[in-house]
Every structure is written in C-alpha cells, then in structure tokens.
C-alpha cells in the first residue's frame, strides 16, 4: 500500500524498523506511526469494542478520537495513531478497557516546571503563525502538540491555497507547513499533551498547565495562553459506520499525505464541500480509485473549480445522495448510498451498491473545546462555526482573561483565516505584555482588514455570520 | 442566477459563452465564475489581462491585452485557467492545459482527450510540457479544432 511515485510529494522514509503485531512481524520506517505501519502491512483491524467486541480500525487519526486505542510494550489504551513506531516494540490488539499492572510502580520522577510568556497549546495554522508573530515581537513561546509533527492539517494540504497574493496565496498547504516549522522549531515542544487548565496558587496572574511529556508531568506557567487545538472530524449515521475502512478524510490525507500509504484501492468519498472535493483529488493523485462522490445537499458545497478538478478526470458527484450503510464483516467491502427526496427522506428503491474497501467521510469538523471549557470559558452553540464555540472577542480573547483562541477551535473556517487569527492573537498577547511598537499596531490593522476580505464574498458569508454572533454574545456577557 | 453548475460540477454551455469572447486566436479560458477569495492569476499576468475589483470577485479577462502565454495556467489555485490556440493549424487546436498526475506524458505521446466530465472525446498528441517550480506541470495538447472547447484533460494510452 506504500506509494512511491506521486506528482507533488516525495517521501523520505527514515531507517527500516520491525515491531510485533500480535506476534507477527511488522515491517516499518522510522518516523511511522504504528497505525500508519500496520495499515501499510494490510492490518486495518487494531481493537475489539469494549461491549459487543466489534472490530475498530482507526478513524481520526490525529489522535482525537479513541478508535485506534491498543496494547503497547504491555500498556493498554495508547493511541497507535500518534504514537511512533519503535524496533522491538510489542504491539497488540486491544480487547475491553485495558488491564493496568499494577506490580510495578510508575517512576517517581519530581514533577518539571516549566515558564514562558506565551503558551501555544495546538501547532497546527492557527498555533505556528501566533507562534511565528509572538516570537517576531521579542516574546517568549512554547508550543505544545501532541502528535510527531508539528504543521497540524498543513502538512497534508497539497492544494495551492486561494487567498491573497500578499499572503500566501498559491502556495501549497505542505511548503505553508515547512515555512512555518522552520521559524519556530525551536519552540516546539512535540509528543506532548495538555492535559488540564489547573488553579495557580501562587496569586502572580498567570496560567497554569499540566503537560504529559515521555509519560512524565509538566506544570507550565504562562502569562498568556493561545489554544489552537484545531477541530475534530464529524461521524455520520448509517448502518456499519463502526467498520475498519470507515475513515474522516484528515485520516485518510494522513495516511496518503503524511506516511506515503494508499488508505485503501477503491473509494465512496461523502461530502462534496471543499474537503471532500480537495481529498477527492488527492486520492487520485495517490493513485487511489474514487468511485463517486455522494453529497446529501441538492448541490455540492465546495468551489466549483475543486468540483471540476475530479469531474474532468471522470469522478461522479451524485447530489441529493446519502449513504445508507457499510458493508462487511470484518472490515469495509462496500457500501450503499441512497437518493434523497426534497425533504431528505431516502427514496427506497434508489439504492446503488459500490464495491469499495473505504469509506471516506467529509461531513465536517467540530471545535476541539475541551480546555475552554475546562478552564472556564463561556462557550456557545454556533452552528455557522461548526458546533460549540467558545466566546471571543475580535481580539480572539475569550472570557478568561488572558486566554486567546485560534483557528477551528474558535470556529470551523479555513487555514487562511485560521492562521490570520493565530497572528491576531499573538498581536493582541503582544499588546497585553506590554510589547506593542508602531509596527505591531500597523500589522494589527493590516490583519483585521486581511481577515475580513478572506470572510467576504458568498463562501464566506456563514462564517461571518456566526463570528458576528460569537462577537454580540460575548458583549453580553463582559 | 444560473446555478446547474454546482448540481453538477459543470458549466453550462451559456456560462462557457461568456468566458469565450470569440474562437480565434490564442487566449486563456477563465473557467473560474464564483466569488471565491482569491488573486494569484492577477499577479501572474505579465501583460495585466486579468483584472479583479477586490480580493473577493472574479477575473475578469481582457482579451486584447492577452498573448496566450499561459502564465496563469500553474499559478491558479484552482486549475481553473486554460489556454486555447483557436488557429494552431487549419484542423488543429492547442489546449494548454494544467496537468497534476505521474507519470508525465512525453512530448509526442498520443493521448485519450477527456471533456470536463471525464468522458473520452478524442485523441491527441502532445506538444509541450512545461514543468513548474510549483509542480503544476502545463500540458500542450493538439487536438480536432472541433473539440477545443471541450477537452480539459488528458489521459495516457496505456
């Protein structure tokens, strides 16, 4: 399943590893996670659920969800889809909740403290460019991700971006991704969790974060903190959609983008808005095979010009048209989609069967919230912005003082507006520090104006929408 | 406002009118007709033949100043911008064309001549390929003078 020619990536595969699977050998690179190296082996299945024991494959793979959760070196429930691969290692299949031994002690190592000025917790768009214009103002940052790499969806985004001309438009998301890494390698700090907001004691106005790093704590201390946590891939309801082979589109870039692995030889994408057009494309880049793009809207979502691109290498969309269900046992051997009349009943009798191993779903992103809300910010009900969003200003400052959001986890939009709310925020951490020149003022301005061009026009318009509520909203509440 | 397009992801025959001035010559074909926020074409036009009110709008193409140059063709994010040399021979079009897949096909090479729906309408052979620093290579494809309009992409003969 490992691609080796594609017409814009070349892969660069580290040393080659062998690690278990169940006791079979399992060859990988350095630098694959192990779901990526057992799916490029053929494995999809990698857990049993806890109740019925159905088979689980990965579905996110960015560490998001817990589909991917399996033994490793005897410790249950590590996420195999952030997780590298080492020589030697000893990986199994999960069954149940995981049994924690318990005839050893963890280490008891002293917790390690850590401080910086700004915390960017999320080194996706959003987090690198606050990251990149925080740094550009003498500020002191740390960023923090969890997963091997740090450039979050960029790295996978071969497309040219739209956008402006001044910015970065016309570049591909993957160069976006290495510009950005390489002005802030040095404040990166990878593999790396936030795990909780925590209560400072001390009285010295700052944030305190617990971090899990080498499966070790690290409490960090930050006068301003940036979450740029990103999004999470929507579920859709149909018969079998727990199936191995049943993948969000980021998964399935992940897998193609990033490690160089085919998902699968055959695909139902659903979702025509732009990412699934977008993925869509890639697929066929990779040298995948997309039978038909199914989109349950009467018209497709994204840009015309993405719907072009696989239309004219001969791909189906098939509007007012859902899946109905997977099918398989073990994992994904087909699926069926489904007409649906203008009320978005399905018409019996329009079912169509396609012989797939993946299912690709492009149904849309929800906020990551999590550590908003466990910090205490207010958070609303937008669905313009893709579901719960937290409260902001236009400064991307939340309810909690000295806490900006970022990017999707301040509501859905793209990487152009995420990474010009990453500067925005980084300007307005900026501003509060007490760092601000006459250059910081004039790039202030300059974004709020880039921002709102990007958000004009009739694409843009329901983001605005829901940026203009979240806005009213937080008026209320300070 | 015509919107069959995004039911199908084609343009209609009337939408492809107004972008095609006239069959002769050898000009780019925008195929870009939504309001999308973007501007690189603009700037990559060594002869300012496509112009834009604002960030948010679409090019708009003046046709005396174009040279068919195809400068445009790889800088669209989209790939939405081809060129066509309407008078390449007294049978023949050109169609400049952005091309993202390997392998490349070779100068010379026939190839299967695909309409926007991906549906074979012809052969052709293949004049130019000009690589781009950007990795969107621009195809040059010679095909029936009855099909310029209608080729937008190309498939190899295996």
Redesign the interface.
């Known amino acids: 399943m490992r691609i080796t020619d594609h017409p814009l990536l070349t892969f660069d595969r580290g040393k080659k590893i062998y690690f278990t699977f169940n006791g079979q050998k399992i060859e990988a690179y350095k630098g694959e996670t192990i779901a990526a190296a057992l799916h490029a082996a053929g494995i999809k299945v990698l857990k049993r659920s806890i109740t019925h024991e159905r088979p689980r494959g990965f579905f996110c793979a960015i560490g998001k969800c817990a589909s991917c959760m399996m033994n490793v070196n005897g410790v249950p429930n590590v996420k195999t889809c952030v997780t590298l691969s080492e020589d030697g290692m000893v990986v199994e299949s999960q069954y149940g909740r995981g049994i924690l031994k318990t005839e050893r002690n963890p280490e008891k190592s002293a917790i390690k403290k850590m401080s910086t000025q700004v915390a960017v917790v999320g080194a996706g768009p959003a987090g690198l460019t606050a990251a990149v214009t925080a740094r550009k103002y003498k500020a002191e940052v740390l960023v923090i991700d969890e997963n091997p790499h740090a450039g979050g969806q960029l790295v996978k985004q071969t497309h040219k971006f739209f956008g402006s001309s001044r910015e970065q438009a016309g570049t591909r998301g993957t160069q976006i991704a290495k510009e950005l890494f390489e002005q802030t390698k040095d404040t990166l700090l990878l593999q790396a969790a936030v795990i909780g907001y925590y209560n400072n004691t001390e009285n010295d106005d700052k944030h305190l974060l617990a971090l899990v790093k080498d499966r070790a704590l690290i409490e960090l201390k930050a006068e301003k903190v940036i979450v740029a946590t990103g999004a999470s891939e929507r579920m859709l309801l149909f018969e079998n959609n727990d199936l191995p082979g049943v993948y969000g589109a980021g998964a399935v870039q992940t897998l193609m983008n990033v490690y160089g692995i085919k998902p699968g030889n055959n695909v139902l994408m659903v979702g025509a808005g732009n990412v699934g057009l977008i993925v869509t494309y890639q697929l066929l880049q990779a040298g995948v095979n997309v039978k038909a793009v199914v989109e349950a809207m009467p018209h497709i979502g994204g840009y015309h010009v993405h719907a072009a691109k696989i239309r004219r290498c001969g791909v189906p969309i098939h509007t007012s048209t859902s899946i109905k269900k997977a099918v398989g046992e073990e994992y994904v051997t087909g699926a069926v989609t489904v007409s649906l009349d203008e009320t978005w009943n399905p018409i019996s009798g329009t079912e169509k069967e396609y012989e797939v191993d993946t299912i690709c779903l492009a149904v849309g992103l929800s906020p990551s919230v999590e550590l908003f809300h466990q910090a205490g910010c207010n958070l609303a009900y937008i669905p313009e912005l893709g579901g719960v969003t937290p409260l902001h200003d236009q400064h991307m400052e939340t309810t909690v003082k000295g806490m900006y959001a970022a990017g999707d986890a301040a509501g859905i939009g793209e990487a152009n507006t995420a990474m010009m709310e990453g500067k925005i925020a980084a300007l307005s951490c900026i501003d509060a520090l007490g760092l601000s020149t006459d250059a910081t003022e004039k790039e202030y301005k300059e974004s709020f104006t880039e921002l709102n061009l990007l958000r004009s026009g009739t694409f843009g318009e329901r983001g605005r929408q829901g940026k203009e509520k979240v806005f009213s909203l937080m008026e209320e509440v300070v | 406002m015509n ?1 069959e ?7 209609t025959e009337e939408q492809l009118e107004k972008l095609t001035p006239a069959l002769t010559g050898k000009i780019a074909i925008v ?10 074409c ?2 990559a036009c060594p002869t300012e033949a496509l112009v834009m009110d ?4 679409k090019p708009e193409l003046i046709p005396e100043k174009c040279e068919g140059c195809g400068s445009c063709i790889a ?1 669209c ?4 911008i081809f060129v066509v040399d309407f008078d390449y021979s007294r049978e023949e079009a050109v169609v400049m064309l952005p091309y ?4 490349l096909p070779e100068k010379g090479e026939k190839v299967d001549l ?6 074979k309408c012809g052969e052709g052979t293949i004049l130019r390929v000009r690589p781009h620093k ?3 290579t621009v195809l040059s494809v010679v095909v029936p003078r009855t099909l310029a309009m209608r080729v ?2 190309v498939r190899r003969i295996l």
């Open positions: 919107n397009h995004r039911k199908t992801g084609i343009l195929e870009c007709v939504e309001d999308i926020p973007c501007d690189p603009v700037t604002s960030l948010v709008g800088e994010p989209g790939l939405a993202e897949f390997v392998p695909l309409d926007r729906e991906g549906e950007n990795k969107t937008r992409n």
